[in-house]
């Protein structure tokens, strides 16, 4: 883990955990889509948490949420030590990461993956902001699907419990934090409708949630100079959003 600080702070530093993509099994917390939004974050009095997790295929779901909601627990354990503020972290990622970062916000201990160190912390975040991240794994893996499903959750079968239950969108209930999603127009990678139908889910739920739909935008924001609204935007979009549900 690395951990940014803002030069200054009044109080307790809200944190922002990014997750990093990569289809569960290359990236890194210093890389991937998200990364540009550190400085502003940093500047906007946040502290960022950039984190890695462990990767498939040496290891298979749900490793990778294990050690996501470990990072959560252990900044809580050291909150006190680093004046950081226990009750105000969220987390952001694309991808890959957008998918474990919205784990993260629908699931509680009840999903068996809190596994590990400083169990008494709550791996539970405060907002989350998902930038297109699969949603529904049952139907994110047809045929042609750039990751082989088994490599990762360790089946082929989209009707395997496993895909169900690493589907955010089965676990949405009305105690769920607030989600900003982000999805490209253009994605060829991880189709729009994931996140329509997370969006759905978590609505349905009772949760705060915002859908926006990017134009002429592909996966990772790549390949979209005419993007709308811009990477710039994007960025502004985020830290509006933490500044809301943290500050």
Known sequence: MDIYFPKTARGLIPVVLFVHGGAWIQGDKTEGAGIEDIPALVDAGFAVAAVNYRLAPEYKFPAMIEDVKSAVRFLRSVASDYGLDPNKIGAYGGSAGGHLVSLLGVTDVSAGWDNGTNAEYSS??????????????????????????????????????????????????????????????????????????????????????????????????????????????????????????LQ
Do not use: C
């Not at 049952?138 to 959750?153: D, M, S």
């Open 124 to 245: 539970r975040v405060q907002a989350v902001v998902d930038m297109f991240g699969p949603a529904n794994l049952a139907l994110v893996f047809p045929p042609n699907a750039p990751t082989n499903p088994y490599n990762v959750f360790g089946t082929n079968d989209p009707r395997h419990p496993i895909l169900t239950s690493a589907s955010p969108t089965t676990w949405a209930t009305s105690d769920d934090p607030p989600f900003l999603i982000l999805h490209g127009d253009q994605d060829s990678v991880v189709p729009l409708a994931q996140s329509q139908q997370l969006y759905k889910s978590l609505i349905n739920a009772g949760v705060e949630a915002q859908l926006i739909v990017v134009k002429n935008s592909g996966h990772g924001w790549r390949n979209s100079p005419n993007m709308e609204p811009t990477r710039d935007e994007i960025t502004q979009m985020i830290v509006r959003f933490f500044n809301t549900h």
